[in-house]
């Protein structure tokens, strides 16, 4: 479901999708080679770009939660849309290595299947939100609060969002983005480098996908219960935990490494859904579906900085480097927080 799969073994994509020389590791009489893949990294490249754009449609689902929830209980809203994600997050790893037998029986590249079970998935996700989801939660929650509007967009040439709260929540989700895409992209490859399995990899990120997802009513709770800000604070202190269990853990213990991840995914669940809540009270609903696409935008494009610039940082100092780098980087959060309070 989430790109966690296509971050596993990233050399291996590359090394499996080549074409061999003609009678390269073959006998006589063995049966004709597959026919060579043309230009196989654009190939890859095009489909992790439709893969991505399923991937954010699926983020942008947790705004709909809170349309119509009331201020008091909005982060609970998006924790609800989140959890429901668990079971293909923790699933959908395990999942790699059966479907890559059903790639091979179909003749194509093994590491293809998981893209066979996204296409479908989300093929099954698009029909079920267009048959189910009527009417649409945004259109409704404008047409019941359009009175309430008006007064936010008077004559005092104020704009109508609260710029503090939204540039806090979104540097939240930002830096919890960044921090969390860096450090479990090359943690496979950390794995696959000191000997571990697919198999092992796999669990690792299956825990990390399960502490993204089943802790988030728990979150949505805390954060409407105790504050938004409380909330991403410790998603900074969370991560910064993660980021040191990773650097100190031995390159042979999976159990310490599936301990990182696991506060990896609950940092960054803490941030996704504090910074969500934060967002969503601070912009009224006629620019709000606009501004929270901008926002996913930028944590779109940070994550995919982090994922590019991780291997170079990896390749260089180190995986424990990496990992402590993003837990520092991840309590600029607390800086932040301290800031917008005193200038409210």
Request: hydrophobic letters at 50%; glycine letters at 12%; charged letters at 10%.
């Amino acid at each position: 479901m989430r790109a966690q799969v296509r971050g596993q073994h990233h050399g291996a994509l590359r090394l499996r999708l080549l074409p061999r020389a003609p009678g390269h590791g073959r006998d006589e009489g063995a049966a004709p080679a597959r026919r060579p893949l043309r230009h196989p990294l654009r190939l890859a490249l095009r489909r992790l770009f439709v893969y991505g754009a399923g991937t954010a449609t699926n983020l942008q689902a947790r705004y709909a939660g809170a349309d119509l929830a009331a201020p008091a209980h909005r982060a609970r809203a998006v924790s609800t849309v989140l959890v429901a994600t668990t079971l293909g997050g923790v699933v959908g790893p395990n999942l790699a290595a059966p479907t890559g037998t059903l790639a091979d029986a179909l003749g194509i590249p093994a590491l293809a299947g998981p893209f066979l079970l996204a296409g479908a998935a989300y093929a099954l996700a698009a029909l079920v939100l267009a048959v189910r989801l009527r009417p649409d939660p945004l259109l409704l929650a404008r047409s019941l609060d359009v009175q309430q509007q008006k007064p936010l967009v008077g004559d005092t040439g104020e704009t109508p969002a609260r710029r503090p709260d939204l540039t806090l929540g979104a540097l939240t989700m930002v830096l919890a983005q960044l921090v969390m895409t860096a450090v479990m992209t090359m943690t496979p490859v950390h794995m696959h480098d000191h000997g571990h399995g697919t198999a092992a990899s796999g669990l690792v990120i299956a825990v990390h996908v399960g502490a993204m997802y089943p802790p988030s009513p728990l979150t949505g709770r805390l954060a409407d219960r105790y504050g938004r800000t409380r909330i991403a604070a410790l998603s900074g202190v969370t991560l910064l935990a993660a980021g040191v269990t990773a650097a100190t853990a031995p390159d042979d213990s999976v159990g310490l490494l599936a301990l990182a991840l696991a506060l990896l995914g609950l940092g960054w669940t803490f941030g996704l859904v504090s910074g969500t809540a934060m967002i969503t009270d601070a912009v009224p609903l006629a620019i709000r579906a606009k501004t929270q696409g901008l926002v996913d935008v930028s944590i779109a494009v940070v994550g995919a900085t982090g994922g590019l610039t991780s291997g170079l940082v990896v390749s260089a100092a180190g995986c424990p480097v990496l990992a402590l780098t993003g837990g520092v980087l991840a309590l600029a959060i607390l800086p932040a927080i301290a800031a917008t309070a005193t200038g409210r």
